[in-house]
């Protein structure tokens, strides 16, 4: 069955420090998502992108968050001058459609800033 | 915004059914999911619902939806000690194009 890998599955990085958090969605979705999952608290909606643009972002993502699908089967994160706060499961998901009846998450990245 | 509301918590013995609730508010949602996490692990989607069907049955898995109450409930029969994990309620809503999650209801079995 088709998966959305995420790699890698945890990364420790220093506070400050940027990083980048890489997903690999199913091969025919055109949809893509990031969610973060901070410990102990519910899944929220980062940002979603289509069409190689952000079609929709929460008050979370703000500046210092950015993604990329760079080279057409990579989606990335990129996190800068992270905070201690910025701790959590990042998780990846990819859709067939905008009604997402192929839609499925990646296992997750938790992230660690130490 | 959306919400998504869940009990935290749900005992159950080995044995039983396992019922957990969510209520939602998003008119335009088009499917509802149920997902289960155990410690430290992803997401894994149990099932789904799309907004115009009642009721989806799947193995020991039962989806009831009540659209006009934005209430949506999952069952589990014959509840095992390898289901205790937390439980998510999503909605998908069309107007929003994202999703959004309920807190959790954190499921106990004791044998």
């Known amino acids: 069955e088709p998966e959305v890998t995420q790699t890698p599955s945890h990364q420790v990085t220093q506070m400050g420090q940027e990083v980048i958090l890489r997903c690999v969605p199913i091969?025919?979705?055109?949809?893509f998502y990031w969610y973060r999952q901070i410990l102990g608290q519910k899944v929220e909606f980062l940002v979603s992108?289509?069409?190689?643009?952000?079609?929709?972002k929460s008050e979370i993502f703000d500046d210092k968050f950015s993604v990329e699908r760079p080279d057409g089967s990579n989606f990335t994160l990129k996190i800068r001058s992270t905070k201690l706060e910025d701790s959590a499961m990042y998780f990846c998901a990819s859709s067939d459609s905008f009604s997402p009846y192929g839609y499925t998450f990646g296992s997750g990245t938790r992230l660690t800033v130490v | 915004g959306e919400d998504v509301e869940q009990s935290l918590f749900l005992s159950v013995r080995e044995g039983d059914s396992s019922v957990i609730n969510c209520t939602y508010t998003?008119?335009?949602?088009?499917?509802l999911y149920w997902y289960k996490q155990e410690p430290g692990a992803g997401l894994q989607l149990l099932t789904y619902?799309?907004?115009?069907?009642d009721m989806k049955q799947d193995q020991r898995l039962t989806v009831l939806l009540n659209k006009k109450d934005k209430h949506l409930s999952l069952r589990i029969a014959d509840t095992q000690t390898g289901d205790s994990a937390i439980y998510f309620c999503?909605?998908?809503?069309?107007?929003?194009?994202?999703?959004?999650f309920g807190d959790g209801t954190t499921l106990t079995v004791k044998p």
């Open positions: 998003d008119s335009s949602s088009t499917y």
């Open positions: 091969s025919n979705h055109l949809y």
């Open positions: 992108f289509y069409n190689n643009e952000i079609s929709e």
């Open positions: 999503a909605e998908f809503g069309a107007n929003a194009g994202k999703s959004t």
């Open positions: 619902i799309f907004s115009n069907m």
